[in-house]
Each structure stands twice: as C-alpha cells, then as structure tokens.
C-alpha cells in the first residue's frame, strides 16, 4: 500500500470538487497550477466568474492574479453579512484586467466571531480605501492595513451598520 502524504490527498479532494467549467477557466486554471488548495470553489454564472479562495491563501492568489493574469485594477471590496449562518461574514474583490479585457470576482468566507483576513494593500493599493469601509461598515478587520481607522462613520460611533444584527434604529444612549 502506497502512503500519500495528507497534503497530496487534500489537494486531491479541493480538484475534485471544481466543476470542469471551473477547472478550464484561465484565472482558475493558473491558480490550480500554483496549488489546488488556493481554490475552494467556484462559478461561472451569466458570464461572469466568481472564484471562493479559502482566506489564508488570498495573499497568494492575489500576487498570482496580478502578476501572471495581469489584473492591474481591485476596482472594489466589499463585505457580505449572512448572519444567522456559518461562516458570516464574506469578501468580495471585483478584479479587472483591461489587458485582457476580463474581470473578475474573488470571494472569501470569514467566520462571525471575530472577522479578520489579510491586506491586499501591498499588492493594490486601491485597496486602502475600500477595505477601510468594509472595516467600518462590517468590522471586519484587515491585517497589515496602513491605516484601518473609520472612513464613513464618526470615530466614536459604536458598531458596524450594515451587519444585520445591528440595530434598526442605530446604537441608543
């Protein structure tokens, strides 16, 4: 009997998983060949592709989508709030390569209890900003980020708006 280490079995499985559709995909393509485990799942849907990277590997695929499929522009990021479930929370990167006139949807599923995934600001920094108001308005937080401070509420505001335990009427005195 032949021993496979677990790591060859796992990345085994995430192929598996992948639709044929998915798997021919340019984008996804080149993600698989650095390593199987950066896709978790994924979805072409009226022409439009939605790749799901499993969040400690965003980094990763991030410098892959940038350098070797040339996406030069994260035109924005913004949070999911599917509160009562598991995971909560999602983000979601829309991508855009005017080279190759494609673009590009990258989503990664965070869980409730305490949201926090790594910075694309050192890969885009057109990030800054939008990771800012997804800290802001959702709370999740964006490790490495140059300066993860309030953008769209007052500083001394309590909670995060748009996730949908939040109170209707806003934090009362």
Known sequence: MVQRPLGAVREKIFTLMLSDE?????????????????????KIDRGETTLVVPAEHLLAVGQILKTKQEYARLSTVTGVDWYPME????????????????RLRV?????????????????????NWYERETFDLFGIRFRNHPDLTRIMMPEDWEGHPLRKDYPVTGPRI
């Open 22 to 42: 998915i798997k021919s995909n340019p984008d996804a393509a080149a993600i698989l060949a650095a390593s199987s485990e950066y896709l978790a799942d994924g």
């Open 87 to 102: 995971p909560r929370f999602e983000v979601v990167y829309h991508l855009h390569s005017l080279a190759r006139n494609a």
């Open 107 to 127: 989503k990664c599923k965070l869980a409730g209890a305490n949201p926090e995934i790594e910075s694309l600001t050192g890969i885009w920094r057109s990030a």
